[in-house]
């Protein structure tokens, strides 16, 4: 039960740390950013490539793929959406376009990249055992250090100038307008620090599982439905989700792996029951 437990933890950091960038652009800017995981996937190689391939330091890498998916996101917010948001008046034009933008990064990707999966030398070697829990040193680390993120963007958010009016422009965009918030500017710091944080699990992750191209529609999908289970566009519904999420698959993939591969079978069908209880999510306010 204690692996259970601490393989739970270990996957609710890392998923909460990928579902808090999609529910900060959607809680922002009302868009559903269906290219959340092609960005993640584009992190990881990003740090595949300064790691495993140039041999630069791990931190090295992490900023580089954190710097890259920042710059990536404020471009596609400040070229792309902010032109759609602006001159459409239906909301299907931008999950149209995020969906556009996710096949294109999925074809970059696989151009570049090949379809091959690739993977980056560990980054802390041996494991720890104590009888009841064993884990790696290194999943001990990506999993504090997810953590850590987490505790620094939820501080950024509370008491920061920018998190500030980034939290008021996701309260009422009108309103902080008309109190003198910079409404495209904060737009594409968000956007952008979605992006970020994509890329920065994506280099925490491609040290222990490696990336391969392909695998971005299935992140999406699961960041999605931690966002519906703690409720869209809610930032502490996004942590919550993750680690329900996580304690899920921890407890499906050792209680439910003598009956095949059905652990999603199992969680998507949890997830309807519930969205048909609780439609909002666990945190969440009606759409709209």
Do not use: C
């Not at 601490?6 to 868009?31: D, E, K, P, R």
């Not at 933008?101 to 999966?117: C, M, P, W």
């Not at 992006?195 to 990336?211: E, F, K, M, N």
């Amino acid at each position: 039960m204690e692996q259970v437990l601490v393989n739970g933890l270990y996957l609710g950091a890392q998923y909460a740390l990928i579902a808090l960038g999609l529910t900060l652009i959607f809680a922002l800017m009302n868009v559903l950013n269906f290219a959340h995981g092609q960005m993640y996937v584009l992190g990881g190689f990003v740090t595949y490539t300064v790691y495993g391939q140039w041999h630069l330091p791990f931190v090295v890498a992490l900023v580089a793929s954190s710097v890259t998916l920042a710059i990536v996101g404020a471009l596609i917010e400040k070229f792309l959406f902010r032109t759609v948001i602006r001159r459409s008046k239906r909301e299907e034009s931008t999950m149209l376009l995020a969906a556009a933008i996710a096949f294109l990064l999925d074809a970059i990707i696989l151009l570049v990249f090949g379809e091959k999966g690739h993977g980056v030398p560990k980054i802390l070697n041996g494991v720890l055992n104590t009888g009841s829990i064993i884990i790696p040193f290194d999943r001990i680390l990506v999993g504090g250090l997810a953590l850590v993120f987490i505790a620094v963007f939820m501080a950024f958010m509370q008491f920061s100038k920018t998190g500030r009016a980034m939290r008021a422009l996701a309260q009422d965009r009108v309103a902080a307008q008309l109190m003198g918030v910079n409404v495209d500017r904060y737009s594409m710091i968000g956007f952008a620090l979605g992006a970020l944080l994509a890329g920065l699990v994506g280099g925490l992750l491609v040290a222990i599982t490696g990336v391969s191209s392909g695998i971005g529609g299935a992140i999406s999908t699961k960041a999605f439905m931690m966002v519906m289970i703690g409720g869209a566009g809610v930032v502490g519904g996004a942590i919550v989700g993750g680690f329900i999420l996580g304690m899920f698959e921890a407890v499906g993939l050792s209680v439910l792996h003598a009956y095949g591969d059905i652990t999603y079978l199992v969680i998507f069908a949890t997830l309807m029951v519930f969205l048909a209880i609780r439609p909002n999510g666990l945190m969440g306010k009606p759409w709209g």
